[in-house]
């Protein structure tokens, strides 16, 4: 059964990086890894999605090592507006082929 | 604009009286998925459709029902409501995969069941 463990909440101030790593030890071989933030009383939305190694867009950095068992999600410079739920996400392959699995995210609080 | 619409966004009822959140996204996406979201739970998915007339269950299938006779639509139905179905529930599509390719949410439903 893939499973993601994440840390409960962080905090960070404005301006630093910040890392939120996903332990997901029983990933298949097929999956991907994908990222989501959800405001309060919002839907999450998708932020960043990687196979292996290292994957950038306008918002976020995502990186993967070889063994896949875990993954990082890194945001650069965060700002009051990035305090939010973020949620690592992996296939259930076994539980079926299209169920999914979200853990039970991570709470980020900017400080300013 | 590339949306998923549930209604209604606020519902209370009253135990045992049959109700239906319905969901529809304007983007032929093929996968729909239904979760709910308690304190400290995080999101657990309910059920899951890979297209029309294909559809099975999530982690906590127990007490819903859905179907999906068109591709824009995915109702989730509660026969016979109890309180511990109270909760905020999200609908979800993406293109073909709901594991590997970015799932779109809708705005939610708060459900209050008395």
């Known amino acids: 059964l893939a499973k993601t463990t994440q840390p409960i909440s962080m905090d960070s101030y404005e301006g630093q990086e910040v890392n939120i790593t996903c332990s997901h030890n029983?990933?298949?071989?097929?999956?991907?890894i994908t990222w989501y933030q959800q405001f309060p009383s919002q839907g999450p939305r998708f932020i960043i999605q990687?196979?292996?190694t290292k994957v950038t867009n306008e918002v976020a950095s995502l990186f993967i090592p070889a063994d896949r068992k875990s993954s990082t999600l890194s945001l650069p410079r965060v700002s009051l507006s990035d305090t939010a739920v973020y949620y690592c996400l992996v296939g259930d392959t076994p539980g079926g082929y299209q169920k999914v699995t979200f853990g039970t995210g991570t709470k980020l609080q900017v400080i300013p | 604009e590339a949306q998923v619409t549930q209604n209604p966004r606020y519902l209370i009822t009253v135990t045992g009286k049959k109700l239906t959140v319905t969901c529809s996204q304007n983007m032929n996406h093929e996968y729909m998925s239904w979760y709910r979201q308690d304190p400290g739970l995080g999101l657990r998915q309910i059920y899951y459709s890979m297209n029309v007339e294909v559809t099975d269950k999530g982690d906590v299938p127990e007490g819903y029902k859905v179907s999906r006779k068109e591709k824009r639509n995915f109702p989730l139905i509660l026969e016979s409501p109890s309180p511990n179905q109270t909760s905020l529930y999200f609908c979800a599509s993406s293109f073909q995969d709901g594991k590997n390719q970015p799932q779109h949410f809708g705005d939610g439903t708060r459900l209050s069941i008395l």
């Open positions: 029983n990933i298949a071989t097929n999956d991907y």
């Open positions: 990687g196979y292996k």
